[in-house]
């Protein structure tokens, strides 16, 4: 047993954090957690990233519902990378409606080919709300 | 089929490439990519990461004989980070002689624990050569 420090710093205040289907073994995605969001993620249970696009927190699932549960959660040599094992609520991760984020191969060519099966149909689940009029 | 352009630009050059055994499923490392670093991957079968620390390219299992040769490449929805399913030549790529990087789990307590076994001795595989004297 040791104490660890992550290693915020080497990236400017975000470690990149491993997704992993804590049951199949599948790698679903790849976010940033900055330390509130590991934080908050440790506390709450439930994966929170840094949105770089954002700006901000962002739970993962906000919109969709999509939850992932921590399952486990790892920290590699350097304390400079995340992996966590999660389970994950509803049928996919990704925002193109697929169970994981990595659902394209990359061919000799340079093509990618989508290699998996849709699991959900996006446009249903962020479907956006109609924004309020305002009188 | 779809042609892919990996986002390099989003984090100055870089992306995260998750090196993730293409048997077990198990996730070994993350590294990061430049351009040239993955070209290189791709031609030779063989990862290369881009080295942060010296700041140039590096054939992983240079000085250990532990590379990782490409079974599998595949790109996330965003296309700004690699998953590289590897069978790895060796018993471990962790340059502390774990077989994955991530040998340690995070505690409740913020503590890490050693959840591993050693797969080799780091001291011998790693072992300097004495400089050569010179005249």
Known sequence: MES????FEKSGGLVP???QDHRSGDVLMLGFMNSASLAETRRSGEVL??????NKLRKKGESSGHVLKVRELRVDCDADALLVRVEAAGPGVCHEGFRSCFFR???ADGSAKITEERA???ETVY????PVKKP
Chains 1, 2 share one sequence.
């Open 120 to 122: 959900f149909a996006p």
């Open 105 to 107: 191969k990359l061919e």
């Open 17 to 19: 954090a491993i997704i």
């Open 49 to 54: 990233f840094f949105s770089r696009s954002r």
């Open 4 to 7: 660890v420090n992550i290693d």
């Open 127 to 130: 479907r956006r709300q109609k």
